[in-house]
């Protein structure tokens, strides 16, 4: 079975400095992985997906992430924050080929302080 | 393109009762999943449709049932209804031959079970 940890359920960080999300996954082989965001009252909006191409995946808003076999991590990251990024924030794995459902992190609440 | 649509967005009910939940899926999209996401929680899968048929179901008990319609839609049915079922439902829409690499979210269905 498949399984997603996401360290830190709430992260704080200033405005204009480095967000990192950290996120690791467990699975027998290298699955296909996400990030959502999540604003308040919201639905999901995917940021970036990794799909077994480029281990370094560009999504929107800024937001990049890089998949390491070797370490079993996904972590995301955005160089400099904006107050608009203040959201909840999921990674999430399904199996190559991606047609099974999704298994979701616990989230991670990130707070951007002025 | 009015992409994934869910309704009502808030329901309160009384514990015992029965719900039922709608989604249409994105234009062009033939898979519907569902999801339940607790408060505070990551979204946990229930079940995912496609071609009318339950594909994969999550770990959730018979009480959780779904359908869907030749025009891709679907409904998500709840029994016996418990407190612990209070919840944002989300659905989730994909075209077959992509998988969950293209997979959208509706806002969601806010079920308050009281």
């Known amino acids: 079975a498949q399984s997603v940890t996401q360290l830190g359920s709430h992260v704080s960080v200033s405005e204009g400095a480095l967000v990192l999300l950290r996120c690791n996954y467990s699975?027998?082989?290298?699955?296909?992985l996400f990030w959502y965001v999540q604003y308040p009252n919201q639905g999901l909006q995917l940021l970036l997906k990794?799909?077994?191409?480029?281990?370094l995946v560009k999504g929107i808003n800024g937001f990049e992430a890089e998949f390491k076999k070797s370490e079993t991590s996904f972590h995301l990251t955005k160089p400099s924050a904006h107050m608009s990024d203040a959201a909840e924030y999921f990674c999430?794995?399904?199996?190559?080929?991606?047609?099974?459902?999704?298994?979701f992190g616990k989230g991670t609440h990130l707070i951007i302080q002025p | 393109d009015a992409g994934v649509t869910q309704s009502p967005t808030h329901l309160i009910k009384t514990r015992g009762q029965q719900v039922t939940l709608r989604c249409s899926p994105k234009?062009?999209?033939?898979?519907v999943s569902w999801y339940q996401q607790a408060l505070g929680q990551g979204p946990q899968f229930i079940f995912q449709?496609?071609?009318?048929?339950?594909?994969q179901r999550g770990n959730f008990p018979d009480r959780f049932s779904g359908h869907q319609f030749p025009n891709y839609s679907s409904e998500l049915n709840v029994n016996a209804l418990l407190l612990g079922d209070s919840a944002l439902y989300l659905c989730?829409?994909?075209?077959?031959?992509?998988?969950?690499?293209?997979?959208?979210f509706g806002q969601g269905t806010r079920l308050t079970v009281v």
């Open positions: 989730a829409s994909s075209f077959t031959g992509l998988g969950n690499t293209e997979a959208f």
């Open positions: 449709y496609y071609e009318e048929e339950e594909r």
């Open positions: 699975s027998s082989v290298p699955p296909y």
């Open positions: 990794y799909t077994s191409a480029a281990t």
């Open positions: 999430a794995v399904t199996p190559v080929g991606g047609a099974d459902g999704l298994t």
């Open positions: 234009s062009g999209h033939d898979t």
